[in-house]
């Protein structure tokens, strides 16, 4: 599968939330992570505009990931904000997360180059 992502500038597109969905959900399914660090906006947000399944997201992108691409030819440059486990090393959940969100999105676009992914953990829990 992949993705026109031929707009450097429009991030908003289809693809490129799609992209940013299969980070996230990549990101959180590794082993240490408690969840993704919640933008302000949903830090904001009152109880009663969350949705009825209770599971935190907003139809928005997803909390914790932020996606962006400067030029059509270079890379993506992907910022993930997790907070981690207590009982788990922070050092080892920011590798993996990188190695897993990595491979998840070198599956999904392989014909362009890596992308650059950095990954903070702001908490533990």
């Known amino acids: 599968m992949t993705f026109d ?11 490129h939330a799609a ?13 240490g992570v408690a969840f993704l660090r919640p933008g302000l906006a949903d830090r904001l947000r009152s109880v009663r505009h969350r949705p009825a399944h209770g599971d935190g997201s907003t139809g928005g992108t997803p909390a914790g990931v932020r996606m962006t691409r ?28 990188r190695a897993t969100v990595a491979h998840r999105l070198g599956a999904l676009s392989a014909p362009q180059p890596a992308p650059r ?3 903070t953990v702001t908490g533990l829990v």
């Not at 992502?5 to 693809?15: K, L, N, R, S, V």
């Not at 992209?19 to 082993?31: D, K």
């Not at 400067?70 to 997360?97: N, Q, S, T």
């Open 19 to 31: 992209l940013v969905e299969q980070a996230a959900a990549a990101a959180a399914g590794v082993r």
């Open 5 to 15: 992502t031929a707009g450097t500038e429009d991030t908003a597109g289809p693809a």
């Open 117 to 119: 992914i950095t990954v």
């Open 70 to 97: 400067p030029d059509a030819d270079g890379p993506w440059c992907v910022e993930i904000h997790v907070v981690a486990l207590r009982e788990a090393r922070a050092v080892d959940v920011a590798r993996a997360v």
